[in-house]
């Protein structure tokens, strides 16, 4: 059960390129599973390793303990959806997804049950006769993944499938798929480089980064506990500050002292010692904003700032604060706007809070990954170093 | 306010329809070509087919049918179907050797493609004349070719490699190779090689979707090249006339005697008729067939 689809130590390069690095993961059977990570990030390389279009250089790639990794592309129980559909544009609908069946030499009557019960789940029977290049792009998606069950795959192999839609449609297209996939039961490897689109479906997510894989978890496990600055970085925003631990306290907790800042309290899940350097998240949405100081509470960091910039997005805020040496972004969720929050300007001077709890300790941390989260202009620090 | 709604909801002006209506007008230019370059010569060739010859060459007065009825010459039947074959059976090599050619040039890095494409259409630089006057004496019985093949007891010394309707074969696919390559070069680089690895993804072999999807995906192509090779041989004289010989001679051979050497304009328009009719035929039957299938609603092409 818990492994299904396994990838050890698979490696390959383009030239100097390392497209994929060292890989080792398993995926579960049934599992929703996405690869997450930027471009370039050896994704699609991988995707179509497990496809057969690319040999690795190294490593075993075995599916239910039967090894892969030299069979032909036709002789894997996978199918792939591509990116840009590879429909075939001289057959119809009907005929493009019957193609893995006739391929297969079943017979004529048994190819078109099968093909119908598949027009039925994408919702197209009146559109069967038509042409690729006269349906629209959500139809034609549809119509690559009807054609990628039919042969009933153990593994279905998704290419960012939606990245060609525009957003509204990706949203709808992104629900059907889950209930796709939770009708056929059949085991997803996802590629994508949208979060969002990898958190809202995904059982289990992979951070590609460079060829290699920086972390595997759930969703939550991904955003609340990413073990490196760049799974941090990459995923959502969030604030990053340098640290030194100065004393324990609790069993669980210990205090941080961080440049230009009061000492903070944090959750001491690595059990850091005293005189350790650390790095700690705090995701935007997990502060509390407020004009006034926040009453005290032994659990809860506060600091003071002032507001730099407020962007109102419709269902939050953003603002950036300014403290001593710092630029932190917040998010703060409207509930009843303008009732009973005093709204916060440009200049205002401001409290911050959050719980000890909600900052995070990172195993890894490479300064770069920094650059991933957007943040507006740094008007004071490109002034200072120019 | 409540006008608005209703306004935008109005179907688009009916202008585009008197615009498809009026759409041949554009063709104007290319229909009087034709006609100027291509209809009326036709059936000038057509009708002095009808004509008596007069003795100095030319085309006398009044009508007859008795050019038509010489074209009952028993020896012609065996001259139509040599033409027939030997145009047929060089299109189909040229198919066959022109689609692995074009596919693999297509796929050749990009570093050698343009020099490979160019090896392709380097013989044009020569005269075609003496390109064929080459192969004379290459199959020459005293010419390297046939010395070479008695030297490796490929072939014996009585068997003659010029002079009969192997050398016209031979010569002509020669010739028209690079005619078939070029249009499916052209279509095989722009095709889209994610539908060959969509297809051995859904389980075809290599050769299966070289067959379903590459093969269709080029068809515009390989019909032009079957145009492009198989009209030329038909009317083919040249090659015949220097490595063919009287046992290989075409329709063109008949056609170039019978105007040069007979002085016979209106039995040489009859048989170009004949022949042109013959190039016809079959691209109108093609024709008719590809409308039809373009047609036909719900493909039933499902065990292909
Ligand atoms: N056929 C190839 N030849 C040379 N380099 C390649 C080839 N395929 C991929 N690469 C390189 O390998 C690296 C990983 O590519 P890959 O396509 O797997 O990235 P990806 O994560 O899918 O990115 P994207 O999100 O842009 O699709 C890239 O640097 C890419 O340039
Ligand atoms: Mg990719």
């Not at chain 1, 109102?312 to 009843?336: E, P």
């Not at chain 2, 199959?139 to 093949?149: A, I, T, Y």
């Amino acid at each position: 059960m818990s492994e299904f689809l396994e990838f050890e130590n698979v490696s390959k390069s383009f030239g100097a390129i390392r497209a994929v690095d060292g890989v080792s993961f398993s995926v579960k059977r049934g599992e929703f599973f996405s690869l997450l990570g930027p471009s370039g990030c050896g994704k699609t390389t991988l995707l179509r390793i497990v496809a057969g279009f690319e040999q690795p250089d190294a490593g075993r790639v075995r599916l239910d303990g039967q090894d892969l990794t030299d069979l032909p592309p036709h002789q894997r129980p996978v199918n792939t959806v591509f990116q840009s559909y590879a429909l075939f544009p001289h057959l119809s609908v009907r005929e493009n997804i019957a193609f893995g069946l006739r391929v297969a030499g079943r017979p004529r009557r048994e190819i078109r049950e099968e093909v119908d019960k598949m027009l039925r789940l994408i919702r197209m029977e009146d559109q069967a006769h038509k042409k690729p290049a006269q349906i629209s792009g959500g139809q034609k998606q549809r119509v690559a993944v009807a054609r990628a069950l039919i042969n009933r795959p153990r593994v279905l192999l998704l290419d960012e499938p939606l990245a060609a839609l525009d957003l509204k449609l990706r949203q709808h297209m992104l629900l059907e798929l889950d209930l796709i996939h939770d009708e056929v039961g059949i085991t997803f490897l996802y590629v994508t480089h949208d979060q969002t689109e990898a958190m809202s479906v995904s059982d289990r997510i992979a951070v590609m980064n460079g060829g290699r894989v920086e972390q595997i978890g759930t969703p939550t496990e991904v955003y609340e506990a990413p073990r490196s600055s760049f799974v941090a970085a990459f995923i959502g925003d969030t604030n990053f500050f340098d640290g030194v631990v100065t004393a324990l306290e609790d069993h669980d907790y210990c205090r941080l002292s961080i440049q230009g800042l009061p000492d903070v309290l944090c959750y001491n899940d690595k059990q850091n010692q005293p005189g350790d350097p650390v790095h700690l998240i705090v995701r935007p949405e997990k502060f509390r904003i407020s004009p006034e100081p926040p009453p005290a509470d032994p659990r809860r960091n506060t600091l003071e700032g002032v507001v730099e910039d407020v962007i109102y997005m419709g269902n939050h805020t953003r603002y950036w604060v300014r403290l001593d040496g710092h630029r932190l972004a917040v998010f703060q969720q409207h509930r009843r706007f303008m009732l009973d929050e005093k709204p916060i300007r440009w200049n205002d001077r401001v409290w911050l809070s959050w719980d000890a709890n909600d900052g995070y300790m990172l195993e890894r941390y490479n300064v770069s990954d920094e650059r991933l989260v957007q943040r507006p202009p740094d008007v004071l620090t490109t002034t200072k170093s120019t | 306010m409540k006008t608005a709604p209703s306004s935008v909801r109005e179907p688009p002006a009916r202008r585009p329809d008197r615009w498809r209506s009026h759409e041949w007008i554009v063709t104007l230019p290319s229909l009087g070509w034709l006609l100027a370059l291509f209809i009326a010569p036709t059936l000038i060739v057509f009708s002095i087919a009808f004509k008596p010859a007069d003795l100095f060459g030319g085309v006398g007065p009044g009508w007859t049918l008795d050019t038509l009825r010489s074209l009952g010459n028993p020896n012609y039947p065996a001259i139509v179907w040599r033409t027939l074959w030997l145009s047929l059976a060089t299109t189909a090599v040229c198919l066959l050797v022109g689609i692995p050619c074009g596919y693999y040039l297509a796929r050749a890095p990009i570093r050698w493609r343009n020099t490979l494409v160019m090896l392709t259409v380097v013989p044009f630089w020569t005269s075609f004349l003496v390109r064929i006057f080459a192969w004379k004496h290459l199959l020459h019985p005293e010419g390297p070719v046939r010395r070479v093949l008695t030297a490796l007891g490929l072939c014996d010394s009585a068997a003659t490699l010029l002079y009969n309707p192997g050398a016209v074969l031979l010569v002509m696919i020669y010739t028209y190779l690079p005619f078939a390559i070029l249009p499916i070069y052209a279509a095989a680089e722009k095709f889209d090689y994610q539908l060959i690895e969509a297809a051995t993804d859904l389980g075809a072999t290599r050769w299966r979707a070289f067959r379903s999807v590459f093969l269709p995906g080029i068809r515009v192509a390989i019909f032009t090249a079957v145009l492009v090779v198989f009209i030329p041989c038909l009317g083919s004289f040249v090659i015949p006339d220097v490595v063919g010989g009287p046992s290989a001679e075409m329709i063109g051979n008949k056609i170039a005697q019978r105007a040069f050497s007979d002085r016979n304009l209106p039995h040489a328009a009859a048989l170009s008729a004949l022949l042109t009719l013959a190039v016809l035929a079959p691209l109108i039957v093609a024709w008719g067939a590809r409308n039809r299938s373009g047609r036909r609603a719900v493909p039933v092409q499902e065990a292909s």
